[in-house]
């Protein structure tokens, strides 16, 4: 007799549950436990030509959870990579696309290098710092001498921004001079920044066009063809019920 025909006793099947405590971990849990099992089904075939057929369909089926992504450049390589590393690189498959490998994967990227956390004048941020740096390493002529007028410029917009109020040029000359660590130099200069004025208009343009332009005009009854006043609408003086 055939064995799927055998009846099965209940304690047994019931003894012989599987649980997901008790199962493998799903390495991209996404696809599901099926689509796992799959690869590693595919993984233990022997026969080099059915492994391979075993691995395309798998990638169809991969390609249909996710229709609209078919057409998308790269997409196809993407499934691969994902295949391989299901299959925890142990999937031997003859791949139209290089083959990721586990060290490769494990890689860290380089620490990021943060911004100083306390600067001293923190309305200024971060930019200007940079900036003073850069123009620190130009050498002196009328390039740099642009540059560092732009940087205090900047720096008094941003005072301003911060410090709702007017602020002297020799505070900012003073501040840059601090910042480029004495290499900036506007101490003794004549040289003049932009009126405060002319840096925040900017501010008060975007605030007139969010503000309304001015009180709501009231609609007259007259015609502007005519002259004459609108008819009266039978049931504009109904009154309330």
Known sequence: MNSKYIKENSNDVVHHLEYNAERSHLIIPEYGRHLQKLIDQ???IEDDVERNKAAKYIIQVMGSLNPHLRDVPDFQHKLWDQIFIMSDFKLVADSP????SREVLQLKPDVLSYPQ??????YYGNNI???IDVAN????????????????????KSYLSWNKDTVKDDVIFE???ELSGGKLNLLQSTE????TTDLLRTNKRVSNKISPAGPPKNQSNKNTKTGKPNPIHKNQNRKPL
Do not use: C, Q
């Not at 956390?117 to 923190?122: G, I, S």
């Not at 390493?137 to 008094?156: F, P, Q, Y």
């Not at 003049?192 to 009126?195: S, V």
């Open 97 to 100: 696309y290089p083959i990721p």
């Open 42 to 44: 595919a993984t233990k």
């Open 137 to 156: 390493k130009w050498e002196d002529g009328e390039m740099k001498s642009a540059l560092v007028k732009v940087i205090a410029n900047h720096m008094k």
């Open 117 to 122: 956390n306390f600067p001293k004048y923190r």
């Open 192 to 195: 003049e920044l932009l009126n």
């Open 129 to 131: 710092k940079y900036m």
């Open 175 to 177: 501040h840059l001079y």
